[in-house]
């Protein structure tokens, strides 16, 4: 198939990338200038890069026009970590890049257009909430998530097209953003050290890398869908900061120990977060094949594995 992927230069976009190629796919990235280039050095050569901003339809039709892709997932975003607060960028990137490339994308034609959407959406919950649950985000980040989905899926009903939206949960695994709690607990534990911690009972539902990278191949090559269907990826298993850094201890032999509510909570940390995940396992037979132990051991080998990507996590 050819392809094109936004958000390569991230985490989640990078794994995606790699699979494809695995299977021997035509790949093509769309990135924006200046784009951080330390996660794409070693595959460079085997991937089409195509530079525009998502703002700059005319941009984004010329790339879009040029690649002509059979599939499209679209994972470029801005505004998911704490350090990006800029909130007009965070609503032109997520809403307005999103229109964008998929108005070029109807233009050409294509057989799947994924959307990644977050579970942020749903906002506070006391429950696992199912993808029918009206979304109340928690925060701008969240808004404008929310926006592109319902963008998306109500493109997908008026049109007929697959566009469907992955609300990911917790996604962890090798090429994760440095500053985030497994790639900082696994650096510190590989020193016998712990970093400072947030209030234990804070809760996620972490899902392994490589389970995601499934669930978009799923979206995009499971015929019978719902137009616009949105499905909730994650385990379906809440885990703790506590058991989070218990485990990691274990694994690692880390004797220090943790100082917690040495950093602050964020707006967002709840101690009920936790994926309802019938749908996406009834509509796309997708079920994780990782729990968070087998997928921290994973990602650990991958670290132990790897000292030459070692150098963007100091």
Known sequence: MKVLVTGASGFVGNNLVRFLLSQGHSVNLLLRTGYAGWRLKDIAGDVRIHIADLLDSGAVSRAVDHVRPDWVFHLAAHGAYSLQTDLTRILETNIMGTVNLVQACLRTGF????????????????????????????????????????????????????????????????????????????????????????SPEVARDFVYVDDVVQAYLLAATVAEQEPGAVYNVGTGVQTTIREAVDVTRRLLNISSEPQWSSMQDRIWDTDTWCSDRRLVREKLGWTPQHSFEQGLAKMIEWFRSEPAVMEAYR
């Open 111 to 198: 057989q799947a257009f994924v959307n990644t959407g977050s579970s942020s959406e749903y906002g506070f919950k006391d429950h696992s909430p199912s993808e029918t649950e009206l979304p109340e985000p928690n925060s701008y980040y969240a808004v404008a998530k929310a926006s592109a989905t319902m963008f998306c899926s109500y493109t997908a009903r008026d049109t007929g097209l697959r566009i469907p939206t992955l609300r990911l949960y917790s996604v962890f695994g090798p090429y994760e953003e440095p500053t985030r709690l497994m790639p900082t607990l696994i650096i510190k534990g590989l020193r016998n050290e712990l970093p400072p911690l947030v």
